[in-house]
Every structure is written in C-alpha cells, then in structure tokens.
C-alpha cells in the first residue's frame, strides 16, 4: 500500500457515528487505499488526521459534526460538511450501511462536491449562543406539554379551566381544578411555575447577550414584533450578512418560498419547502400574526398582508401569513447588512409620491 501522508489529491468519507466512525480514502483515480474505523471523540482524530498532509474530507450534518468539523479543519484539511437531507443515495440506499455511506460520501466528494449540498457550521462560540436560545426553547416546550396536560385530564372530569397567560396559570387554575384531582395536578403546577422563572431567567440572559454581545440586533428590533429573542436567533442562524448576495435568498434559505416539481406543461401550485432552521421559521412566522393581528401597528408589511387576506378563500389568511414572515426576513437581512434606519411606510410613501408625479 501507498504511504498515505505522501500522497496528493486523497479523498477521506467520514461516516460519524457516536461511539465509532467509519472512513474510507481513496486516491486522485478514485482506488480505495485503506478502510477501516476510529473513536468518535477528540483523540481518535487526533491519532489518525493530526500529523496527515491536508485531504478532502467529506462529513454529513448531525449531532457531532459542528465540533468534528472544526477540529480537522484545524489540521489543515478541507472539510465538507454534506447536507443529510439532500443526499437521498445514502438514506434511501437499500444496502445502506456505515461502510458504504462513507464510500459514497467520498466518491461524490472526490467528483463533484456540490452534489454534496454543503453548509456551513457555525463557530464554538456562536454554537454556544445558540444553545442558550435552544434551551429557552426546551423549556418552553416542556412547560406547555404540561399545561396541556393539566387542561385535557380537568377537561376529561368535567371541569373547563379558564383561560389566562401560560405565566400565570398555576396561580389561576389552582383553585379551579376539581378536588379529587388536587394530589396528582398540584405537583404538575408547581413545575409549570418553576419552568416559568427559569424561562424568565433565561429571557434576561438573552437580553444581556443580545446587547453586550451582538449589537446588530438592534437594527433588526426596528421593527415592531422583533424582539431579542427573534433578532438574535436571525443572527445566529444565518452567521454574517455577506453569506447572501441578494436579501430576497434568505426567505428561500428558511423555506418560506414554495416548492416547485415542474415537469413539461405541468407546474402545480405547492406548498412552502420548509428548508432550512425550523425554529427561526416558526419565530417568524409568530411575528407575522402580531403584525397582522389586532395589536399591529400600521406598516407596509401589515398593508401587504392586509391586501392578500382581503381576496378572500379558505387560505387567504394562512397565504398572508406565510407571505409577510418570508416579505419580513428578507427586511430584515436588509436592514443588517446596510445598516439603514427602518420607516415602516417606506413603500407606501413612496408609492403615494410617484402616484402624484
């Protein structure tokens, strides 16, 4: 066998699994030189890439690729990060196991990294960050599992309880809830209280975060309905302005853009693709109902809205929804990259001077 350190041009496919990976090099003609598997931690890299001349290595998205990622691009190698959801050769392979995904990891590495779909990790300290907004997010979702709970089994002994803030439910329904239920329910309170204060606790770290640490969400907080949480979580996610030539891509990189199957004459109409972070999609979508809703304030985005749930139909509003969330992140991303001061009726003002010309 070649001496692998002296050989130029190898391509390295890394399938990462949690206690062990599987790897496969292969050469500039595409020959397997050596296979095998080493330890999913720190030191199993080390020991097999530190001191290696630098190679292509092909990796997909999952829970140990971020940190993995970073440490072999700290040996100088070049590092692909493949998009799991794009390469249906791999998830939808019959015959699919660790050994021949990373084969096919490293042949399309080695032809045509595109294929791959790559993307971009962020770093350990944005990472961080991110798991702070992450958490808050656990929290919540934990505490309105419970709630829910806590309604459908009062619900199911014939007791409605009365609506009110997720905050303030423990000290609302504590005397609402029937009798015979008090000893199983009440501890169920006191936890919705206690993850209350924690989300609360976690909301003033993110404020601190977002002030001391990324000023640029003040610009995106401009607008009404974007707060700390929404505005820093836009920043994480997509990592620095310049990433997008144009802001109208960013609604397309969240999946706020329809789907399209477009096959002769034939080109249905479709749902959104739903690419892309999941959380920041539902944060903007959230701040789209306040825009539109009964407390919004007068801008073009809400007029935009307005005029599409104003055609009527089944879906009109839903459309309004999806369209002014995906109309808001590319305002956004325009606002972060020019720095430019936010005028709510910008459009419409100037829509109202050309009329008159």
Same mark, same amino acid.
């Given at each position: 066998?070649?001496?692998?350190?002296?050989? $130029?041009?190898?391509?390295?496919?890394?399938?990462?699994?949690?206690?062990?990976?599987?790897?496969?090099?292969?050469?500039?003609?595409?020959?397997?030189?050596?296979?095998?598997?080493?330890? &999913?931690?720190?030191?199993?890299?080390?020991?097999?890439?530190?001191?290696?001349?630098?190679?292509?290595?092909? /990796?997909?998205? %999952?829970?140990?690729?971020?940190?993995?990622?970073?440490?072999? *691009?700290?040996?100088?190698?070049?590092?692909?990060?493949?998009?799991?959801?794009?390469?249906?050769?791999?998830?939808?392979?019959?015959? !699919?196991?660790?050994?021949?995904?990373?084969?096919?990891?490293?042949?399309?590495?080695?032809?045509?990294?595109?294929?791959?779909?790559?993307?971009?990790?962020?770093?350990?300290?944005?990472?961080?960050?991110?798991?702070?907004?992450?958490?808050?997010?656990?929290? $919540?979702?934990?505490? &309105?599992? @419970?709630?829910?709970?806590?309604? %459908?089994?009062? !619900?199911?002994?014939?007791?409605?309880?009365?609506?009110?803030?997720?905050?303030?439910?423990? %000290?609302?329904?504590?005397?609402? /809830?029937?009798?015979?239920?008090?000893?199983?329910?009440?501890?169920?309170?006191?936890?919705?209280?206690?993850?209350?204060?924690?989300?609360?606790?976690?909301?003033?770290?993110?404020?601190? =975060?977002?002030?001391?640490?990324?000023?640029?969400?003040?610009?995106?907080?401009?607008? !009404?309905?974007?707060?700390?949480? &929404? +505005?820093?979580?836009? #920043?994480? &996610?997509?990592?620095?302005?310049?990433?997008?030539?144009? +802001?109208?891509?960013?609604?397309?990189?969240?999946?706020?853009?329809?789907?399209?199957?477009?096959?002769?004459?034939?080109?249905?109409?479709?749902?959104?693709?739903?690419?892309?972070?999941?959380?920041?999609?539902? @944060?903007?979508?959230? *701040? *789209?109902?306040? #825009? @539109?809703?009964?407390?919004?304030?007068?801008?073009?985005?809400?007029?935009?809205?307005?005029?599409?749930?104003?055609?009527?139909?089944?879906?009109?509003?839903?459309?309004?929804?999806?369209?002014?969330?995906?109309?808001?992140?590319?305002?956004?991303?325009?606002?972060?990259?020019?720095?430019?001061?936010?005028?709510? =009726?910008?459009?419409? #003002?100037?829509?109202?001077?050309?009329?008159?010309?």
């Amino acid at each position: 066998m070649k001496q692998l350190s002296k050989v $130029v041009g190898l391509t390295v496919g890394l399938d990462l699994g949690d206690r062990f990976s599987r790897f496969v090099i292969l050469d500039a003609e595409g020959r397997i030189l050596q296979e095998g598997r080493l330890g &999913t931690d720190e030191a199993g890299l080390s020991r097999f890439f530190c001191d290696r001349a630098p190679m292509r290595i092909a /990796i997909e998205t %999952g829970t140990h690729s971020p940190w993995v990622s970073r440490q072999l *691009a700290e040996y100088g190698h070049n590092v692909l990060v493949a998009n799991s959801r794009k390469l249906r050769l791999i998830y939808e392979n019959p015959n !699919k196991d660790d050994r021949v995904d990373a084969r096919y990891l490293a042949r399309l590495a080695r032809f045509e990294p595109a294929l791959l779909s790559p993307v971009e990790h962020r770093d350990a300290s944005s990472q961080k960050d991110m798991a702070l907004l992450r958490s808050r997010d656990a929290l $919540v979702a934990a505490r &309105t599992l @419970l709630v829910n709970h806590v309604r %459908g089994v009062s !619900k199911s002994f014939g007791k409605r309880l009365p609506a009110c803030s997720t905050s303030c439910f423990p %000290g609302s329904v504590l005397k609402q /809830i029937p009798q015979l239920l008090e000893p199983v329910l009440c501890p169920l309170l006191e936890q919705i209280d206690s993850l209350s204060k924690q989300i609360k606790k976690l909301d003033r770290q993110i404020q601190t =975060l977002a002030d001391a640490n990324y000023p640029q969400t003040r610009l995106l907080r401009q607008v !009404k309905g974007i707060g700390p949480i &929404t +505005s820093l979580t836009f #920043i994480l &996610t997509l990592g620095h302005p310049q990433r997008f030539a144009k +802001s109208r891509t960013v609604g397309a990189y969240l999946g706020l853009v329809p789907g399209r199957k477009q096959s002769g004459h034939s080109d249905p109409q479709r749902r959104i693709t739903k690419q892309g972070d999941s959380g920041l999609r539902r @944060l903007l979508v959230n *701040a *789209a109902h306040y #825009i @539109l809703g009964p407390f919004g304030p007068d801008c073009d985005l809400r007029r935009f809205g307005w005029k599409i749930s104003s055609r009527g139909g089944k879906l009109a509003k839903k459309k309004a929804i999806i369209a002014v969330s995906r109309k808001l992140s590319v305002l956004l991303h325009h606002l972060w990259r020019t720095g430019e001061i936010y005028q709510p =009726l910008h459009r419409s #003002i100037r829509n109202s001077k050309a009329a008159v010309a």
